[in-house]
């Protein structure tokens, strides 16, 4: 993880000699976006949030300088009750009227399919390597579309790992070097209180968590609870998406002979279904140049269906596809289930409440895209826009990061 870090370290250097340069032209905020939407690519949640260690052995730079510390304003012990309906001095999200702190009640008690915001009240131009996402809060967001201030972000935080709801914790990777695992936040006190075992990853997590697939440049290796199972991948560039059951992966893959399986350098893509533990091919499909495949997991329901993200085959960049359309995978079929606005979907960043699927993403491909969140109505097809992109370049940052509560 370290390495990664050190990389965003010097993306957030490159991006402020960026920033001091374009503030006597034409300010950009695509380095800084460049440098976050590479740590969103490469995260993944994998892990139990459990608090261990003081405070004082978490040891975390931003930029080489910037301590993690909290707030001064944060108190040094309980919290100090709010008033239920009492508007925040904090975040102000354009468009929605003032935020209301959360009570402790409704922090703890946040329901299935709420999820923890990070968002920035600062503008692009405001930013540092040392204060990378500027004033930053954290903002509850219940899938009824309801949004309450929770607490301030600690200083160099970056992006929310995980959050407990019960516990009222959020590991919060900070945007620097870190020892000793990630930061734990307390979000009743916006107190640092111990580290998690949150990694960067981009496995691919079986439905009932046991299992994790990732590929090399020629193999598929899989995690189970005997070992690591190594398998020939059926042709270079081939990747795994989501696993369609407990023993079989849906692999996307460029274009196949569909005899051989060899490489065909030609249009389209093939999908192809493989054992997970013996490495077999056991289906493949070919997808014609334009139409859809799956490329990425969303999320999984609540009744256990796969929600993907659809993207045409040979018709964007393999490496990240721009993704507007999603559907249902099973075995090699797809059910579409509707288009959202974000073109580029935040990693993680979906959850499920009954019927509605919350997805948070940003509004262009581009790396200077804004970021919000949407909820599609499984069953009629309708989107709500739940807290919408900020616009202009006057306006804060908005929404750096999300994540659904465990």
Same mark, same amino acid.
């Given at each position: 993880m370290a390495e990664r870090l050190h990389d965003l370290t010097d993306l957030l250097r490159a991006a402020e000699s960026e920033r001091v340069r374009g503030l006597a032209a034409t300010p950009t905020d695509a380095p800084l976006r460049h440098a976050h939407a590479a740590l969103r690519r490469a995260r993944t949640r994998r892990a139990v949030l459990g608090v261990g260690g003081a405070a004082a052995a978490v040891a975390v730079l931003v930029a080489g300088a910037v301590a993690w510390t909290p707030p001064a304003a944060v108190p040094p012990a309980g919290p100090v009750p709010t008033p239920a309906g009492t508007p925040s001095a904090g975040a102000s999200v354009p468009g929605l009227p003032p935020l209301r702190q959360a009570t402790e009640e409704e922090v703890r008690g946040a329901p299935d399919g709420s999820m923890l915001v990070m968002w920035s009240q600062s503008t692009w131009a405001d930013v540092t390597p040392h204060l990378p996402i500027g004033d930053a809060h954290l903002l509850l967001l219940r899938p009824d579309g309801e949004v309450l201030q929770v607490a301030p972000a600690p200083q160099g935080a970056g992006l929310v790992l !995980?959050?407990?709801?019960? #516990?009222? *914790?959020? !590991?919060?990777?900070? &945007?620097?070097?870190?020892?000793?695992? /990630?930061?734990?936040?307390?979000?009743?006190?916006? @107190?640092?209180?111990? $580290? !998690?075992?949150?990694?960067?990853?981009? %496995?691919?997590?079986?439905?009932?968590?046991?299992?994790? #697939?990732?590929? $090399?440049? !020629? *193999?598929? @290796?899989? @995690?189970?609870?005997?070992?690591?199972?190594?398998? %020939?991948?059926? #042709? @270079?560039?081939?990747?795994? /998406? /989501?696993?369609?059951?407990?023993?079989?992966?849906? &692999?996307?893959?460029?274009?196949? %002979?569909? /005899? $051989?399986? %060899?490489?065909?350098r030609q249009p389209g893509a093939t999908t192809v279904l493989v054992d997970a533990a013996t490495g077999a091919v056991t289906q493949h499909r070919h997808v014609p140049a334009g139409e859809d495949r799956p490329v990425e997991l969303v999320v999984r329901t609540q009744d256990g269906r796969a929600v993907v993200a659809l993207a045409p085959a040979g018709d964007v960049p393999r490496a990240e596809p721009c993704r507007t359309r999603l559907g249902t995978a099973d075995g090699l079929d797809v059910a579409p289930l509707g288009e959202v606005p974000p073109a580029r979907l935040h990693p993680g960043g979906a959850t499920t409440a009954g019927d509605r699927l919350l997805v948070a993403g940003s509004t262009g491909c581009e790396e200077g895209a804004r970021s919000g969140v949407w909820a599609l109505d499984l069953v009629t097809g309708a989107v709500e826009v739940l807290l919408p992109p900020t616009v202009g370049s006057d306006a804060p940052i908005g929404l750096v990061d999300v994540t659904p509560g465990r």
């Open positions: !995980a959050w407990d709801r019960a #516990a009222a *914790t959020a !590991a919060i990777l900070p &945007l620097g070097e870190s020892t000793g695992g /990630v930061p734990v936040v307390d979000l009743l006190t916006g @107190r640092v209180v111990g $580290t !998690a075992d949150e990694q960067l990853t981009d %496995d691919v997590v079986s439905p009932d968590g046991s299992q994790q #697939a990732w590929r $090399t440049d !020629a *193999t598929l @290796r899989v @995690r189970t609870p005997d070992g690591v199972l190594v398998h %020939d991948l059926p #042709a @270079r560039g081939c990747r795994p /998406v /989501v696993w369609v059951d407990a023993a079989q992966l849906l &692999l996307d893959c460029p274009a196949l %002979d569909p /005899v $051989t399986l %060899d490489l065909t």
